[in-house]
């Protein structure tokens, strides 16, 4: 090889750290070539425990991996990538701290970027809905729903108190799921410890489905358990129905329906940044199609893989679904394509993968799951997906922290302590509706004026 080689892979989640796992074991001392790594935030993102995160299960620190940790012969940069120019080989990165714009060039990229949250252009639910992507995104769900229930719990009206513990989630893939299963347990264990002021019946918790079933993913059978599960539990599911618009205290359904509720999760969709969006190439779903061996068309130095990629599946003609499981699969093709590309060989691989299973939590231990064609419900199910996900998680003090907190946490009462501050409307209004505080005030304050 004449000089160093420079491979630039940006996204730093599932699918880039893979990436970067593999050349690394590679080209351990191969000093022709470079790998550097370009992600917007400073660790590594495990997801599938996020909604564990917003109950309290898990601690923050438990599911982040520092990526200097697995960075050990990549140079690792913190940057937003704001554009990238496929004809010149060059990407431009934008540092988060002062906004200084840095120009990197490769010979070979890995587009590796994922997918950002879809609200179908509804700026009115994009603004008064949660949503569950991020650390922040999980803490806030928890801050949140903590004050609430410390609201409630001082409301006598009912119908407010109800409007209080109302959490509409929409969007019933794995995020939604999982999320209301967990924040269920959460609220109901939170009331019985704490909260003895409230009325569990005013608890109402609701997931909305585009679907006639929820975890379309796991097909009908199962996914006809985990909506029989979810009903037992106390969740009220709406089948076949979009949420079409939102206020700070209301969700209005396609049905007609509105519910009152101060807490809205958004899990519907996914769409691509711009950055991906704009790139010169073909798209399928704003996503970047690539060929069989997951790089651009008549382009043998980029790959793409992962959420933000159009990978077509030859048996079914539709498209890979967008799964941490798939993403780490495309990896390991991505890794021997691109060793392929470099040595100037011709054996690439094809990506082909038929996945051998699919699960979910979706309650206190309960799960579903689908094993080599075996279909699991209950305990048997959440047992299966704990062990799974905490072999998958990065790094044996990780994996320790989360055991440990799994353990701790389901010993002890939820923990309610509120470390954050919300900036938020008020909420001693419910269309029209006084609360019973209010109306005493009033009367009292114009018997003095009297
Ligand atoms: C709540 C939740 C639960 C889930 N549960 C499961 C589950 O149980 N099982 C399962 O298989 N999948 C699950 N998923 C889906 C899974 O998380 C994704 O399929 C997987 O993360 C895709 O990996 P990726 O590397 O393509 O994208 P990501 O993991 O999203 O990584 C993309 C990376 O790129 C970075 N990035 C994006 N844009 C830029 C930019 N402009 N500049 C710099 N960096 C950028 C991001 O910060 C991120 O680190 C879940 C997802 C969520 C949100």
Same mark, same amino acid.
Request: hydrophobic share 45%; glycine share 6%; net charge positive.
């Given at each position: 090889m004449q000089s160093a080689k420079k491979i630039l892979i940006l996204g730093?989640?599932?699918?880039?750290?893979?990436?970067?796992?593999?050349?690394?074991?590679?080209?351990?001392?191969?000093?022709?070539?470079?790998?550097?790594?370009?992600?917007?935030?400073?660790?590594?993102?495990?997801?599938?425990?996020?909604?564990?995160?917003?109950?309290?299960m898990i601690r923050?620190?438990?599911?982040?991996?520092?990526?200097?940790?697995?960075?050990?012969?990549?140079?690792?940069?913190?940057? /937003? =990538?704001? @554009?990238? &120019?496929?004809?010149?080989?060059?990407?431009?990165? #934008?540092?988060? $701290?002062? %906004?200084?714009? /840095? =120009?990197? @060039?490769? &010979?070979?990229?890995?587009?590796?970027?994922?997918? #950002?949250?879809? $609200?179908? %252009?509804?700026? /009115?639910?994009?603004?008064?809905?949660?949503?569950?992507?991020?650390?922040?995104?999980?803490?806030?769900?928890?801050?949140?729903?903590?004050?609430?229930?410390?609201?409630?719990?001082?409301?006598?009206?009912?119908?407010?108190?109800?409007?209080?513990?109302?959490v509409v989630v929409v969007g019933a893939g794995f995020a939604g799921v999982e999320t209301i299963g967990e924040l269920n347990d959460f609220v109901r264990d939170s009331v019985k410890s704490y909260y003895h002021n409230i009325?569990?019946?005013?608890?109402?918790?609701?997931?909305?489905?585009?679907?006639g079933v929820i975890l379309p993913e796991l097909g009908e059978e199962l996914g006809k358990k985990a909506y029989e599960s979810l009903q037992k539990a106390g969740i009220r599911i709406i089948p076949n129905t979009k949420a079409v618009d939102a206020g700070e205290d209301f969700v209005f359904l396609g049905n007609g329906e509105t519910i009152p509720c101060e807490t809205m999760i958004w899990t519907a969709g996914v769409t691509m940044d711009s950055v991906?969006?704009?790139?010169?190439?073909?798209?399928?779903?704003?996503?970047?199609?690539?060929?069989?061996?997951?790089?651009?068309?008549?382009?043998?130095?980029?790959?793409?893989?992962?959420d933000c990629a159009a990978i077509t599946d030859t048996k079914t003609g539709g498209l890979y679904p967008p799964t941490a499981?798939?993403?780490?699969?495309?990896?390991?093709?991505?890794?021997?394509?691109?060793?392929?590309?470099?040595f100037g060989r011709t054996n690439l691989k094809p990506f082909n993968f038929e996945s051998k299973g699919m699960m979910a939590i979706i309650g206190k231990r309960d799960g579903i799951a689908k094993i080599s064609g075996h279909s699991l419900t209950g305990m048997s199910a959440w047992l299966i997906w704990k062990t799974y996900y905490l072999m998958m998680l990065p790094t044996f003090e990780k994996k320790l922290k989360v055991a440990t907190d799994w353990t701790v946490n389901s010993l002890f009462t939820r923990d309610i302590t509120l470390v954050r501050k919300i900036k938020r409307k008020s909420v001693n209004h419910l269309d029209g509706i006084e609360s019973l505080d209010q109306v005493l005030f009033r009367s009292e304050t114009q018997a003095k004026t009297n």
């Open positions: 730093g989640g599932f699918a880039g750290i893979s990436v970067l796992r593999q050349l690394e074991s590679s080209f351990k001392n191969n000093e022709d070539i470079q790998i550097t790594l370009v992600n917007e935030d400073n660790f590594f993102l495990f997801t599938p425990m996020l909604p564990e995160l917003a109950s309290g923050p620190s438990a599911i982040s991996i520092p990526l200097r940790m697995v960075c050990k012969k990549t140079e690792f940069i913190q940057a /937003k =990538v704001s @554009s990238i &120019d496929l004809k010149s080989k060059l990407v431009a990165i #934008t540092r988060p $701290f002062d %906004g200084m714009v /840095k =120009v990197l @060039s490769y &010979d070979y990229l890995v587009i590796a970027m994922g997918g #950002t949250t879809n $609200f179908f %252009g509804n700026k /009115k639910i994009e603004k008064h809905a949660f949503t569950i992507k991020t650390i922040q995104d999980a803490i806030g769900i928890k801050t949140h729903l903590i004050h609430m229930l410390e609201i409630a719990d001082t409301e006598k009206n009912p119908a407010l108190q109800e409007k209080l513990l109302t009325n569990p019946e005013n608890i109402k918790m609701i997931l909305v489905s585009a679907n991906i969006a704009d790139l010169d190439c073909e798209h399928k779903s704003g996503k970047i199609v690539v060929d069989k061996y997951l790089k651009l068309a008549n382009n043998d130095t980029v790959f793409a893989l992962g499981q798939h993403a780490l699969r495309q990896s390991k093709i991505v890794s021997h394509n691109l060793k392929a590309m470099i």
